[in-house]
């Protein structure tokens, strides 16, 4: 499969707290992107790290990548209860076709 | 906003009816996607059409039958379908599937109901 996996499935934090979710993959990819999704909603983009870049920072996101590994990581720092939200990672390949996993539900209580 | 709108937001139907949900963007982008989301799963892969030819289609049954008339809209027709094909439909749509580290664009979704 060339969908990803995300961890952990439920993440509940306290306002102020950083909050971390990983990813996993399977295949060779071009970029692996994260997205957030309101619930029952669409995805929003966050931030997109190409399969050469190790690093990634977006205002309060960082993002690392590690291609031996085939993982992302996703994290907050200083979460506000309006991250409340699932994240999901995307994995693209040569086609530039989205592969999502089940996404980590992320809970920040005020 | 995204770009992408769909319609309609929520739908429920029986068994034997027939509908469609239409999606439409405005970005002027070249590829589109129908995905299913249903609880606890990954976010299914569908349908993707490249300037209007379909290029993927994952093993979907036939009782979804999509269809692209030009690059801006999308649509997937329904008829016969199960109680197991509740869920959100998503739309997105993305400059090309031959464009490189581009993002992917989503509509608010449909939330279907089979009963």
């Known amino acids: 499969s060339q969908q990803g996996e995300e961890d952990p499935q439920a993440l509940s934090i306290q306002e102020g707290e950083n909050a971390t979710m990983n990813c996993s993959y399977k295949t060779s990819i071009n970029n692996l992107q994260w997205y957030r999704q309101n619930s029952g909603r669409g995805l929003v983009h966050l931030i997109l790290?190409?399969?050469?870049?190790r690093e990634k920072h977006s205002g309060r996101l960082r993002v690392t990548l590690d291609t031996s590994k085939k993982s992302s990581s996703l994290l907050i720092t200083a979460s506000r209860a309006a991250d409340t939200a699932s994240y999901f990672c995307?994995?693209?390949?040569?086609?530039?076709?989205?592969?999502f996993g089940t996404g980590t539900s992320l809970t920040v209580i005020p | 906003e995204t770009g992408v709108t769909q319609t309609p937001r929520h739908l429920v139907m029986g068994m034997t009816n027939k509908k469609s949900l239409k999606c439409e963007q405005h970005l002027g982008h070249n590829a589109m996607y129908w995905y299913k989301q249903s609880a606890k799963k990954p976010l299914e892969l569908m349908f993707v059409y490249n300037f209007k030819e379909q290029t993927e289609n994952n093993s979907v049954p036939s009782r979804f039958s999509p269809e692209c008339p030009n690059s801006s809209h999308l649509f997937l027709h329904l008829h016969t379908l199960q109680p197991e094909d509740s869920a959100l439909y998503l739309c997105?749509?993305?400059?090309?599937?031959?464009?490189?580290?581009?993002?992917?664009?989503f509509g608010q979704g449909t939330r279907l109901t089979v009963v």
């Open positions: 995307a994995t693209t390949n040569t086609g530039n076709q989205f592969y």
């Open positions: 790290i190409r399969s050469n870049e």
């Open positions: 997105a749509s993305s400059p090309g599937t031959g464009a490189i580290n581009t993002e992917a664009f």
